[in-house]
C-alpha cells in the first residue's frame, strides 16, 4: 500500500480519548474538497465568486476547481512525524510503508511549533515551485494552506519547519506529501493553468475563508462519521466519497443565498408591498433611486432627519445593489444590542414581504442573542427551525450550523451590533471568517455618526477591505459632518481602487451621497419649529418648570448624560409628582429589566395607539437617544454634543397625535451647565466625564442665544458649525475654547494611535497571508475581549446576578419573573435556568471599570467560584456578583444595592 494511503487524520485518541474510530488522510481530503466544491457551486455568494473569478482566469469552473484543490490539500501537513505522533496506536499501521515515528517526538518541546498548517504551507510551496509555479503564486497559495486554522503563518515560524525536519520528516514524509498534492491536483481540469496567478490578498482572504468552512463541515463526524479504528485505510473510492459528501451535504442542508429579483416598476407599489406603507418619501425615493442610478453598485450615504424612514430606504436600495452587484445576503449593524433587536423584528418583517426566492438563513449576531425571544430557541431543536414565511414559497430560517462567534456572520441576513462589523478590521483568529461572512452581502450600517474617532479608524479599515471585496454599503446618519461623510466615502473608495468625486463642502440636506457626489433631497411637509429654554442645573429649577409645562398634563422625557445624575433626579422628581408617574430607563439594570423597560418605554410612548398615560415622565440616560421609536410631548436635557441634542429632539412630538394645551408647541429645555451666566459656561462634571469640554463648549455656543431649533432644517447648519474650524462664541470664551480644543485634539491623536496596535492593514496587492495577523488580538473568545478592543475600553465591566440565601445557597434574583429560585451550586444548571441567569447580567459603574481599578474588581470578582455555572457553557468564564437578601454586596471599597425602580446604585462603604 501507497504510503500516503496509511497516514492518519481523525481519531479520538490524538485528543487523549479511548477512541475506536479513526479516519485516513486522504479520505479527509477528499471528503473536504467535496465539499469546498459544493460551497462554491451551491452556497457561495456570486458576487464573492465573481471577485475571486477576476483573478483565477475564468467562472465559476475556475473557483470551484481551485477551492478544491485547495481543500483537498488542506490538512497535507499531516504527513509529519510531529502530527502523526499525537496518536501511536495509529503510526504503527505507517511504518511498513516507511513511514516511521519516533515516540519520543512526543514530549519534544518544539513540536507544537511545527503544526500540520506550516508543514503544509512549506510542502505546497515546494510543491508548486517543483512544478513549474512562480515563486509569489506558490507563496500565496502555500499561505492559504498555512492559514487554514486562522492564524497565518509567521516568516520565523516557517524558518522553525524548515529547520526541523525530524518534526517536519524527511524525505520519505516528502514523498507522502507530494504524492497528496498531485493526486489532488489531477482531479482538477488545467490545474497548470493556476500557475501564471497572481492573487490579490483579499482573494487569498476569500479563499481560506472557504477552505475553513469546508474543513469545519467535513470535520463534522455527525456529518462525517469516522471509521472504526480495526478497519484499514483500503484503496481510495470515488464513489464512496461521492456519496459520503453527498449524504453528509444533504443532512448539513445549508440554506441557499438570496437571489433578489430586479427592483422595477412603481417604486410606490413596490414600497407598499414590502413596508405596508401609502407611498415612498422624498428620502426613500431619493436612495432608490441613486442605487438604481450608479455605473457599478457602489456606496450610498443617506443623510436625513430622525424618523425620516432611513431604514425602509436602506432596506429597499439593498433589494437594488445585491440584484446589480450579486449579493445575497444583508448585513445591517446598529449601536447597541437593544437597537439590533428593535431592529431584527422590522428585518424580519421586510423578510416576511420579499418575493419567493426560497429559503434563507437569519442571525441576530451580537452577545445576548440568546436571550431575544423572537431569536433564540429558533436553533436548538434540530437542525435548524422556521421564523417566519417569505414570500409564497419560501422560509426564512435560523440554521443550528451557522450560529455562534465564529459562524453565525455566514448567514444569509444578519442583524448585530456595530462590533460585528468594526472586527473586521481586528487583527484576530479566524478573521478570515468574518472577510467571508461581510464579502457576499450588503452592508448596511446606522447610525455612523455616533462612533468616536477610535472606533472610526476600525469603520473605516473595514469600509477600505469592503471597497476592496466590491461589496455594496449603505451607510444612515441624521446629523452627520461634512469631514466625517468625506472620510467615510474615501475609505470606501480607496479599497474599490476609485477616486471619488467628493465636495468637501457642504451639499445640503437631507441628502444622497456616492462615489459620483451629493444629491440633496426636496424636502416636503411643513418644518417643526421648537422652542428653547435654559434652566439652572438644579432640582427645585427642574421640579417648577415641569409642574408648570405638565399643569394639564402630558408626557415629558429628561434626558441626563451619567447615571447617577439620572438616579437623583428621579429620585427627586418621584416625591414631588409620586412614583408611579415617574420611570426611569438607563444602562445600569438587569438585561432583563432593561428590556422590560424598553417595551413598557414603547408600548407607552411609542406610535399613536398605544397605552400612553395622560401625564408621566420619564427620566433617563443616553439609552432613549437612538432607534427607540418614543415620542414625547416635553423634553429637558443635559447640554451635550449638538448631533446628540438633535438626535434626542428626534423623540419630540416624533407622532402627529392630540396633546395637552401648554406642551401643543414643542418645546426642550437645556440644563447641566453650572451658570448660563459665565464667560465661558461649565457644563456639569459628569457630562465633562463623558464628552469632553471641547464639544461641550461649542454646543453651548451654538445654543447659548438661540431660542428655537427649526427641523429639519437647523440639523445641518449646527451640525457642521459645531464640527466646523470656525470659531464659535463670545470673545471671552476663546482662552478656554483653545485650550478645550487643544486637549480634545491631543486625545484624538492618542485614541487614534492607540487603535492601531490591532489594526488590519490595507488590502494591498500583491502580497501573502503570511504576517497578516501578526501581533494580532488573538482569538477573542470572549465577546467582551473583541469589544473592548474596538470600542476602547467604553464599555463597562459585565456580571451576573444571582442572591444568597440565608443557608449559603443561591437564588435567582427574587424581583424578577420566576425568581427566589434555587440554583444547583455543584450540578450542571438547566438550559432554561442559566438562560434566565445569563439574562439578570448588569454593567458595573465606571467607578468599578476604569483602567486604575478593573484588574483589582476582577480578582476580586473572580474569587467567588461556582461550580455549576464553571460545568454550564453559558454560564462559565462569567464573572458573579452575590447580593444578599437585602439586594446588597461590598465590591472594592464600594456599597453596591440594586433597586428595581432605580437600578443599580453605589456609594463608598462607610
Known amino acids: 500500500m501507497a504510503g500516503w494511503a496509511t497516514v492518519w487524520a481523525k481519531s479520538g485518541f490524538d485528543r487523549g480519548e479511548s477512541s475506536g474510530e479513526w479516519l485516513p488522510l486522504w479520505q479527509h481530503l477528499d471528503d473536504t474538497a467535496g465539499i469546498a466544491s459544493l460551497l462554491v457551486r451551491e452556497w457561495l455568494s456570486p458576487l464573492v465568486i465573481a471577485r475571486v473569478g477576476r483573478e483565477v482566469g475564468g467562472g465559476v469552473d475556475r473557483v470551484v476547481g481551485l477551492a478544491q484543490w485547495l481543500a483537498g490539500v488542506h490538512d497535507v501537513g499531516k504527513a509529519s512525524p510531529a502530527f502523526a505522533v499525537q496518536a501511536p496506536e495509529l503510526t504503527d499501521r505507517m511504518r511498513p510503508a516507511g513511514l516511521v515515528v519516533d515516540l519520543r517526538l512526543r514530549s519534544d518541546p518544539a513540536r507544537g511549533a511545527v503544526s500540520h498548517a506550516l508543514v503544509g504551507h512549506v510542502a505546497v510551496r515546494a510543491w ?72 490579490s490578498l483579499p482573494t487569498q482572504v476569500l479563499l481560506t475563508g472557504v477552505v475553513i468552512v469546508a474543513d469545519w463541515i467535513a470535520s463534522n463526524p455527525d456529518l462525517f462519521p469516522l471509521w472504526p479504528v480495526h478497519r484499514l485505510p483500503g484503496a481510495p473510492n470515488d464513489e464512496v466519497t461521492a456519496a459520503r459528501v453527498a449524504e453528509g451535504w444533504d443532512r448539513l442542508a445549508l440554506p441557499r443565498g438570496w437571489r433578489p429579483p430586479a427592483v422595477a416598476g412603481d417604486l410606490d407599489a413596490v414600497f407598499r408591498a414590502r413596508f405596508g406603507k401609502p407611498s415612498m418619501r ?27 424612514g432611513k431604514t425602509e430606504a436602506a432596506l429597499l436600495a439593498a433589494e437594488v445593489l445585491a440584484h446589480r452587484s450579486g449579493a445575497d445576503g444583508c448585513f445591517v449593524a446598529l449601536p447597541t444590542q437593544a437597537t439590533s433587536d428593535a431592529m431584527f423584528t422590522r428585518v424580519r418583517h421586510w423578510l416576511d414581504r420579499l418575493p419567493g426566492q426560497g429559503t434563507v438563513s437569519v442571525t441576530l449576531a451580537h452577545g445576548k442573542a440568546h436571550l431575544n425571544d423572537e431569536y433564540s430557541g429558533l436553533v436548538h431543536r434540530g437542525r435548524y427551525s422556521g421564523v417566519g414565511e417569505v414570500g409564497d414559497d419560501g422560509a426564512a430560517i435560523a440554521h443550528q450550523w451557522l450560529s455562534g462567534r465564529k459562524k453565525s456572520g455566514l448567514a444569509s441576513f444578519v442583524v448585530g451590533t456595530i462590533d460585528q462589523v468594526l472586527f473586521a478590521g481586528l487583527r484576530s483568529r479566524h478573521l478570515m471568517l468574518r472577510h467571508l461572512a461581510l464579502a457576499g452581502k450588503v452592508v448596511i450600517i446606522d447610525e455612523v455618526h455616533a ?10 479599515r473595514v469600509l477600505h477591505w469592503l471597497g476592496a471585496y466590491g461589496v455594496p454599503v449603505v451607510l444612515l446618519s441624521a446629523t452627520l459632518p461634512d469631514a466625517r461623510r468625506v472620510e467615510l466615502v474615501r475609505a470606501y473608495a480607496e479599497g474599490r481602487g476609485v477616486t471619488p468625486t467628493v465636495d468637501e463642502g457642504h451639499p445640503g440636506y437631507p441628502a444622497v451621497t456616492s462615489l459620483s457626489g451629493s444629491t440633496v433631497i426636496e424636502s416636503v411637509g411643513e418644518p417643526t419649529v421648537v422652542r428653547v429654554d435654559r434652566l439652572a442645573d ?53 438585561a432583563c429589566d432593561r428590556a422590560a423597560i424598553d417595551r413598557s418605554l414603547v408600548r407607552r410612548f411609542g406610535p399613536p395607539g398605544a397605552d400612553r398615560p395622560a401625564s408621566h415622565i420619564v427620566v433617563a440616560s443616553q439609552v432613549v437617544e437612538q432607534s427607540l421609536d418614543i415620542d414625547f410631548d416635553l423634553m ?87 464640527y466646523g474650524s470656525a470659531a464659535l462664541g463670545p470673545a471671552s470664551w476663546q482662552p478656554a475654547m483653545h485650550t478645550a480644543a487643544a486637549a480634545a485634539e491631543a486625545s484624538a491623536r492618542q485614541r487614534t494611535d492607540s487603535a492601531g496596535h490591532f489594526l488590519l492593514g490595507r488590502a494591498v496587492n500583491p502580497g501573502t497571508l503570511v504576517g497578516w495577523l501578526v501581533a494580532s488580538a488573538g482569538d477573542a473568545r470572549d ?14 465591566l459585565e456580571v451576573l446576578v444571582v442572591q444568597r440565601d440565608a443557608d449559603g445557597g443561591l437564588l435567582l434574583p427574587d424581583w424578577i419573573d420566576g425568581g427566589g429560585q434555587q440554583i444547583p451550586l455543584y450540578d450542571t444548571v438547566s438550559w432554561a435556568q442559566a438562560k434566565v441567569i445569563s439574562a439578570c447580567s448588569l454593567r458595573l459603574p465606571m467607578a468599578l471599570s476604569h483602567g486604575g481599578v478593573v484588574d483589582a474588581v476582577i480578582a476580586e470578582l473572580e474569587r467567588t467560584r461556582i461550580t455549576s455555572f464553571d460545568l454550564t457553557p453559558l454560564l462559565t468564564g462569567q464573572l458573579v456578583l452575590v447580593l444578599d437578601r437585602n439586594r446588597q454586596a461590598v465590591l472594592h471599597g464600594y456599597r453596591l444595592t440594586y433597586d428595581p425602580r432605580r437600578g443599580l446604585l453605589h456609594e463608598p462603604d462607610q
Open 538 to 590: 438644579d432640582l427645585d429649577t427642574l421640579v417648577r418648570y415641569l409642574k408648570t409645562c405638565l399643569a394639564d398634563g402630558g408626557c415629558a422625557v429628561v434626558v441626563r448624560n451619567t447615571v447617577t445624575r439620572v438616579q437623583d433626579t428621579a429620585r427627586r422628581l418621584a416625591e414631588e409628582f409620586g412614583a408611579d408617574a415617574v420611570t426611569i430607563a438607563h444602562s445600569r439594570f438587569l
Open 636 to 722: 429637558v436635557t443635559d447640554l451635550a454634543p449638538v448631533d446628540l441634542v438633535l438626535q434626542r429632539l428626534g423623540r419630540l412630538q416624533r407622532h402627529d397625535r392630540a396633546r395637552p394645551t401648554r406642551v401643543r408647541t414643542p418645546r426642550c429645555a437645556v440644563v447641566g451647565v453650572e451658570d448660563w451666566g459665565a464667560a465661558p459656561v461649565v457644563p456639569v462634571s459628569g457630562s465633562r466625564r463623558v464628552y469632553g469640554d471641547h464639544m461641550l463648549l461649542r454646543s453651548a455656543a451654538l445654543l447659548i442665544d438661540r431660542d428655537t431649533i427649526m427641523l429639519p432644517d437647523d440639523i445641518a447648519p449646527l451640525v457642521q458649525a459645531a
Open 128 to 199: 508548486l515551485r517543483s512544478r513549474g509555479f512562480g515563486r509569489r503564486v506558490s507563496d500565496q497559495l502555500g499561505s492559504i494552506v498555512g492559514s487554514h486554522h486562522g492564524a497565518t503563518p509567521e516568516v520565523d515560524k516557517l524558518l522553525v519547519v524548515d529547520k526541523r525536519t525530524d518534526l517536519a520528516g524527511g524525505d520519505v514524509w516528502v514523498d507522502a506529501r507530494n504524492a497528496l498534492l498531485s493526486r489532488a491536483a489531477e482531479r482538477i481540469s488545467r490545474f497548470d493553468d493556476y500557475a501564471a496567478l497572481d492573487l
Open 451 to 460: 462612533y468616536d474617532v477610535y472606533m472610526s479608524r476600525y469603520l473605516h
Open 282 to 308: 422624498p428620502v426613500q425615493r431619493a436612495a432608490v433611486s441613486e442605487a438604481i442610478r450608479q455605473a457599478e453598485p457602489w456606496i450610498v450615504v443617506i443623510e436625513a432627519p430622525m424618523g425620516s
Open 783 to 796: 465577546e467582551a475581549r473583541g469589544t473592548a478592543q474596538v470600542r476602547d475600553g467604553e464599555e463597562s
